[in-house]
Nanobody
C-alpha cells in the first residue's frame, strides 16, 4: 500500500504560480512512477504530467507543456508539480497517483494508488 497526500493548492490569479506537493508513505516511493491528473467540474479526469521512478522519463500533457514541471525527491518520498503561467482553465482538483511500472504513463488506469486531491482555482 502507498498512501498519498497532496498539498499546495489554493486560489491564485491568472499568470501566477503554485507548487503542489505529493507526500508518500507506506511502500518505497522510489519504486513507483508518479503522475498528476486533474478534474474540473463536469469534465473527465485529464492527464497533467508523469515521471518515472528514476526521474529520467517524463511525460507532459499538451495543455500544460512549457508551463508545468513535474519532479520528485525520492529521499523525501515526495513528488512535486510546479505550475507557472496559470490560466483560469487550469482550475480543477489535482490528484497525484503512483504505480509500479517502468516509464511515465499518461493513462490513469496504470496507477494503483491515488491521493484525495487538492483544489486549484485560478481567477481571471
Amino acid at each position: 500500500q502507498v498512501q498519498l497526500v497532496e498539498s499546495g493548492g489554493g486560489l491564485v490569479q491568472a499568470g501566477g504560480s503554485l507548487r503542489l506537493s505529493c507526500a508518500a508513505s507506506g511502500r518505497t516511493f522510489s519504486q513507483y512512477a508518479m503522475g498528476w491528473f486533474r478534474q474540473a467540474p463536469g469534465k473527465e479526469r485529464e492527464f497533467v504530467a508523469a515521471i518515472s521512478w528514476t526521474g529520467d522519463n517524463i511525460s507532459d500533457g499538451d495543455s500544460v507543456k512549457g508551463r508545468f514541471t513535474i519532479s520528485r525527491d525520492n529521499a523525501k518520498n515526495t513528488g512535486y508539480l510546479q505550475m507557472n503561467s496559470l490560466k483560469p482553465e487550469d482550475t480543477a482538483v489535482y490528484y497525484c497517483a503512483a504505480g509500479r511500472f517502468m516509464g511515465a504513463s499518461m493513462t490513469s488506469r496504470a496507477y494503483s494508488y491515488w491521493g484525495q486531491g487538492t483544489q486549484v482555482t485560478v481567477s481571471s
